[in-house]
């Protein structure tokens, strides 16, 4: 999942880094900041270097807190994942006209880059590069907000967060959330558990589950609901579609 990244980076053995190896992954870190990242001064960089010292950890965790790395050090997949972004980004900054494209991408298009006939697209969309460091940390900083897990290919995560957009945040959504809130508020103590089991806190949680239980029973009913509607549309004019097999009069 790291190699085009470490191709990016003109790391010498790309396919052969495993993370899970303790050796190889403090190595990476001390080539990343030797040779991309450059935060530190040479001489302040000792602690890092000694990766056999049982301070390392301590010394890791400093460093990535001072880069402003969101990952603990305990995941180390997503932490190794975003130093490798973050060094791509900064090799880029550093010879951004080496790198920039002359054909930008757009996403999910085989014709990436072709400026359409009778001159260039007024469309923006069309101005993204989809592959540029700058457009992949705005992924990753997007989906850290809306709590998207981290995943290794930015184009599927965006798509993560185009569906999380479009049920959470759509006007649709929002007024149907503001419709829900308006409605009459429901207590706890006000639930009927309708049995006791002699004990006060397993009562409460168990009036906790039928509320969840009962959400859930109207969030189905509302998914029927529509599909019957829709149902109903698609079969209450025959002639719009010979293919339901009815002939109208």
Not at 131 to 149: C, N, R, W, Y
Not at 207 to 222: A, F, G, V
Request: glycine share 6%.
């Amino acid at each position: 999942m790291f190699n085009r990244k470490l191709i990016a980076l003109n790391h010498q053995q790309p396919k052969k880094f495993n993370p899970e190896v303790e050796n190889e992954f403090r190595s990476m870190i001390v080539w990343l900041e030797d040779q991309k990242v450059r935060h530190y001064k040479i001489e302040d960089r000792a602690g890092l270097r000694n990766i056999e010292s049982s301070d390392w950890p301590k010394a890791l965790e400093n460093y990535v807190q001072e880069l402003g790395c969101p990952y603990p050090i305990s995941e180390r997949l997503a932490l190794i994942d975003w130093m490798l972004g973050y060094a791509v980004r900064l090799d880029y900054g550093d010879e951004a006209e080496k790198y920039r494209s002359t054909k930008p991408l757009t996403l999910g298009s085989s014709d990436a880059g072709k400026v359409p006939q009778g001159g260039a697209s007024t469309n923006p969309l069309d101005a993204l590069d989809f592959e540029d460091p700058d457009f992949k940390a705005g992924v990753t900083s997007l989906a850290m907000m809306l709590q998207i897990p981290p995943y290794h290919d930015h184009l599927e995560q965006l798509k993560a967060i185009c569906i999380v957009v479009k049920e959470k945040l759509s006007k649709e959504s929002l007024d149907r959330a503001e419709k829900e809130s308006q409605g009459e508020q429901t207590t706890i103590d006000s639930i009927n558990l309708g049995f006791d089991t002699g004990d006060y806190i397993i009562n409460e949680a168990a009036k906790i589950l039928r509320l969840l239980h009962i959400r859930d029973l109207r969030e189905l009913q509302s998914s029927i609901n529509q599909a019957i509607v829709a149902v109903q549309t698609v079969t209450a004019n025959p002639k719009t579609d010979s293919r339901l097999g009815r002939v109208g009069r």
